[in-house]
Every structure is written in structure tokens, then in C-alpha cells.
């Protein structure tokens, strides 16, 4: 399985991390948003994500807010 970076995401890790949330969801017995040839959760999240079916959002820490 070859993972393509959308360009939405500025890094890896955050693909990786929105990925595993959603995986967890699948896991929990969340419906997919796609049909897919893969069974396993990881593998259905990681095409999610690369199709971006999944939202997200970046949320600032409350420290950083209170210093600015």
C-alpha cells in the first residue's frame, strides 16, 4: 500500500494522526465513508483521508492564547 500526502495536510504526522482517529471511530463501529477492498480499519481511515472525507480542524493551545 503506497500512502499519498493530500496537500491539504502540512505534515506527515498530522495525516497520520487524523487517520488513527478515524481508524479508532471505524473500530468503535463507525460506518466507512467509502467502499473499500480493505477490511482492516487503518487501511479503510488511510483512503478516507486521502480522499478527504474526513474533516479536522487545528485547534490552538489555551497557553498560546493566554500569551498573546
Same mark, same amino acid.
Given at each position: 500500500?503506497?500512502? +499519498? /500526502?493530500?496537500?491539504?495536510? !502540512?505534515?506527515?504526522? +498530522?495525516?497520520?494522526l487524523? =487517520? =488513527?482517529?478515524?481508524?479508532?471511530?471505524?473500530?468503535?463501529? =463507525?460506518?466507512p465513508r /467509502?467502499? =473499500?477492498?480493505?477490511?482492516?480499519?487503518?487501511?479503510?481511515? %488511510?483512503?478516507?483521508?486521502?480522499?478527504n %472525507?474526513?474533516?479536522?480542524?487545528? %485547534?490552538? !493551545?489555551?497557553?498560546?492564547?493566554?500569551?498573546?
Amino acid at each position: 500500500m503506497v500512502i +499519498r /500526502i493530500p496537500n491539504h495536510f !502540512d505534515s506527515k504526522f +498530522r495525516m497520520i494522526l487524523v =487517520a =488513527a482517529e478515524r481508524a479508532k471511530q471505524l473500530q468503535r463501529g =463507525a460506518p466507512p465513508r /467509502i467502499d =473499500a477492498k480493505a477490511r482492516k480499519p487503518a487501511h479503510i481511515a %488511510l483512503e478516507e483521508v486521502e480522499k478527504n %472525507l474526513v474533516p479536522y480542524q487545528i %485547534l490552538e !493551545d489555551e497557553e498560546e492564547e493566554e500569551e498573546e
